[in-house]
C-alpha cells in the first residue's frame, strides 16, 4: 500500500467540496442514516459527508497514522477494504474517494462494499491521464505531463478511472443501473501566495516529490539518466517559479477530473 501523508492528502483535497457539492447528489446524502467512507485518510471526504447527512458516518482506512486525524470529526476504525470490519448490510451507503485508483483489483472491493451496503456504493476517483496543468514557467506544463505518463505506466494499477472505466468496472462487479457524473477540481496557485502555495514551490525546487515518485517512474520506462535529466529540470522549473513568486508573477492552474458513480446494491 502506498503511504499518503496528511501534508499530501491535505493539500491535494483543499478545495475540492468548498465551492460546489452538486456532483454529490446522485448520492442522496440526506436519506442515509450510516454512511461509511472507505481509505479515508485523513477524512477530507469524512467531513463532508457529516456535513451533508444527519445520520452517522465512519470512516475506515489501513492507514492508522491517518486515521488519528480522521478520529477528529468522525467515527473511524480500522481496516482493509477488501475485507471491512463490519457485517453484511451494516450501513445504507458505501463511499470511497480516490481509493480505487490505488488498487489493482477493483471489482473485489467493489463487490466487498456491497457486501456492507443495504442500498448503494458510490466511489469518487480522479482520471489522471486528463490531469492539465497550466504555469507562467513554461517548461512547467511539459515536465507536468512527462513525468505523469511515466507515472502511469509504472504504477501497477489503474490510475484513470473515467466514466467508461468506472461503468466496466461496477458492470464487472455485477452492479446495474450505475450513474456517473464528471467534476473538475480546480486549483490555482496565485498571489497572494498562501503558505501552502510556498511550500508547493519550494517542493518543485527541492525535488523531493519527483524523488518520492523516483520508483514509479523508472517502471513506468524512464532509465536512471532519464530520471537524473527530469529531476534536475523539475528543480530548474521550480526555482524559476520561485523568482516569480518573489515578483509576484507566478500562477499555476492545475485541473484534476473527477467522476462520481453510483449504483444500487444488487439483490442478492
Ligand atoms: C489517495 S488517499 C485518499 C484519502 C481520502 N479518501 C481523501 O480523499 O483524501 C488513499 C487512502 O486509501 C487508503 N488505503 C489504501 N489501500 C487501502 C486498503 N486496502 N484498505 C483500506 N485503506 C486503504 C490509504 O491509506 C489512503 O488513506
Redesign the pocket.
Known amino acids: 500500500?502506498?503511504?499518503?501523508s496528511p501534508e499530501?492528502?491535505r493539500t491535494?483535497?483543499e478545495g475540492?467540496w468548498r465551492e460546489s457539492r452538486a456532483a454529490l447528489e446522485p448520492l442522496a446524502l440526506g436519506t442515509r442514516d450510516r454512511v461509511l467512507?472507505?481509505?479515508?485518510?485523513?477524512?477530507?471526504?469524512?467531513r463532508v459527508l457529516a456535513e451533508e447527512t444527519e445520520g452517522t458516518v465512519i470512516g475506515?482506512?489501513?492507514?492508522l497514522g491517518?486515521l488519528r486525524i480522521a478520529r477528529e470529526h468522525v467515527e473511524v476504525v480500522g481496516?482493509?477494504?477488501?475485507a471491512l470490519p463490519l457485517p453484511e448490510d451494516a450501513v445504507d451507503l458505501v463511499v470511497?474517494?480516490?481509493?480505487l485508483?490505488?488498487?489493482p483489483d477493483p471489482e473485489r472491493?467493489l463487490q466487498e462494499f456491497a457486501r456492507v451496503a443495504a442500498d448503494a456504493v458510490a466511489v469518487?476517483e480522479p482520471d489522471n491521464a486528463r490531469v492539465r496543468v497550466e504555469s507562467t514557467v513554461d517548461a512547467e506544463s511539459e515536465l507536468a505531463a512527462r513525468a505523469r505518463a511515466a507515472y502511469r505506466t509504472g504504477v501497477p494499477t489503474d490510475v484513470a478511472l473515467d466514466e467508461t472505466a468506472l461503468r466496466n468496472r461496477f458492470d464487472a462487479a455485477g452492479f446495474r443501473s450505475v450513474q456517473t457524473r464528471s467534476f473538475d477540481h480546480t486549483q490555482v496557485i496565485e498571489p497572494p501566495y498562501g503558505e501552502d502555495d510556498l511550500e508547493a514551490v519550494r517542493r518543485a525546487a527541492s525535488g523531493a516529490g519527483i524523488a518520492g515518485d523516483r520508483q514509479e517512474l523508472l517502471a513506468g520506462g524512464l532509465t536512471p539518466t532519464e530520471f537524473d535529466e527530469l529531476r534536475g529540470a523539475w528543480r530548474a522549473m521550480g526555482r524559476t517559479a520561485i523568482e516569480q513568486v518573489r515578483d509576484g508573477r507566478y500562477r499555476r492552474r492545475e485541473v484534476v477530473p473527477f467522476t462520481v458513480a453510483v449504483a444500487d446494491v444488487p439483490e442478492r
Open positions: 500500500v502506498r503511504a499518503f499530501y492528502l491535494t483535497r475540492m467512507d472507505v481509505g479515508c485518510g485523513t477524512g477530507a471526504l469524512s475506515v482506512d489501513a492507514d491517518l481496516g482493509d477494504a477488501h470511497c474517494q480516490a481509493l485508483v490505488n488498487l472491493v469518487i
